[in-house]
Structures are given as C-alpha cells and as structure tokens.
C-alpha cells in the first residue's frame, strides 16, 4: 500500500479514493449493512458510513484493519467526527 499522509484533508482524500480502501468499505457494508451504533439502540437502520473506531490521526497503522472499521449511519457518524473535533 502506498502510503498517505493521514493526518492532511488531502492525504485522507487520496486514500479514501484508493482501490484498497473502497474494497474494504465494501467488505465491510457487505457483512455489517446496518448501523452499528442504531443497532445497538433497536433501530434497523442502514448503514452508509464505514468509521474508523480509532481514529487515523492516532492509528494510521489500523487504516484498513477490518477490526478497526464500524458501519454507522451518517447521523451517528457526523456526531462522531464533531465530537473529535471539539
């Protein structure tokens, strides 16, 4: 894998375009289609976001780790990422 300077908005950009990158986020919708965090609350709601449950800034070396990847819907997603940037 080539490697991305993930902790630059254009280093994320490249990787998030990348062939490896897009196969896992299928892999990972394919076997968990729902949003993790709705699930847990009773809700069947469709996942469209894969989340890096740590975060690339603090573990770059997890990027693609399957382990590392949560499908969430974009409403649990965004609280997320503002919630990091706080």
């Keep these: 894998m080539t490697i991305y300077n993930l ?3 254009e280093g ?3 990787f998030y375009n990348t062939l490896e ?3 896992t986020r ?3 919708l ?5 949003c993790r965090k709705c699930y847990a609350e009773g809700k069947l ?4 976001c894969i989340d890096h449950i740590q975060d690339l800034d603090e573990r770059p070396d997890l990027a693609l780790d399957t382990s590392n990847l949560q499908s969430l819907c974009v409403s649990h997603h965004n609280s997320k ?3 990091r940037t706080m």
């Design 45 to 48: 709601i469709p996942a469209q």
């Design 12 to 14: 994320r950009q490249a």
């Design 21 to 23: 990158w897009l196969n």
């Design 26 to 28: 299928k892999y990972i």
């Design 81 to 83: 990422t503002l919630k």
């Design 30 to 34: 394919e076997h968990e289609p729902l």
């Design 7 to 9: 902790h630059s908005r």
